[in-house]
């Protein structure tokens, strides 16, 4: 399980590990539960079609609904030698709801903790822009365009999400630092947890983490 704040990173790392495996032969899955949601809800299968009731109706998606989702990506056949979780769980009571459904069968091996500072946090999100044509994400000191405000593939004007703007991330910090943080110790007394230094480079991070994971 890859575990962090908003802006850490976990997704892009996961995403490459999963990359790396396929391409050697050595398949880890990885399951983003917010991906295998709208993936679920727009195939509509029966998990899917219960999620989205909820969603309809502004709901939160229940934990169980989400945790049968887990279970049965775990059962595909590239998952078997291995898979990450990403993305869940936040809050402690999905972290119990999960070690139950998990069980002797298929338990955690390990739990990385992608730690990074909040001030560097709120630099990584708030610096975040959006072409309104084509989408391409980009950052005005991580990854900025040859002309400020202005993509690259297309002329494209770049946007900020209302939901990157410091306010809004302040809050989503809260909410990671009050639901989310009290994972590390409940993992950490399972000596579950490994923690990996994640505000420097993302290559550098990467090649600590296949250590790591090694
Ligand atoms: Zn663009």
């Known amino acids: 399980m890859f575990l962090g ?29 917010g991906d295998m949601l709208r993936a679920q809800v727009s195939a509509g299968t029966e998990l899917g079609r219960q999620a989205k009731g909820f969603m309809d109706q502004g709901q939160l998606v229940p934990d169980a609904v989400i945790i049968a989702m887990v279970q049965q990506r775990i059962g595909e056949p590239d998952a078997k030698s291995g898979w990450i979780l990403d993305g869940f769980p936040r809050t402690l009571p999905q972290a119990e709801a999960l070690d139950e459904s998990l069980g002797d069968s298929t338990p955690l091996s ?20 959006t072409c309104a044509k084509c989408g391409a994400i980009w950052h005005v000191t991580n990854k900025p365009t040859k002309v400020a405000g202005v993509c690259d593939l297309d002329g494209g004007e770049l946007t900020q999400r209302s ?46 983490l296949l250590k790591l994971m090694q």
């Not at 396929?22 to 539960?33: E, L, M």
């Not at 943080?181 to 505000?199: F, T, V, W």
């Open 5 to 33: 704040a908003p802006g850490a990173g976990k997704g892009t790392q996961a995403k490459q590990v999963a990359e790396r495996g396929a391409a050697t032969g050595a398949p880890i899955a990885h399951i983003s539960t």
């Open 163 to 208: 939901d990157d703007r410091e306010e809004a991330i302040r809050e989503r910090l809260d909410v990671y630092r009050s639901q989310t943080e009290p994972l590390l110790s409940y993992y950490r007394n399972r000596e579950l947890l490994r923690e990996i230094d994640a505000s420097r480079s993302p290559a550098v991070v990467f090649e600590e």
């Open 110 to 129: 390990a739990v990385i903790y992608f730690a990074v500072p909040e001030a560097e946090l709120v630099g990584r999100l708030t610096g975040r822009r």
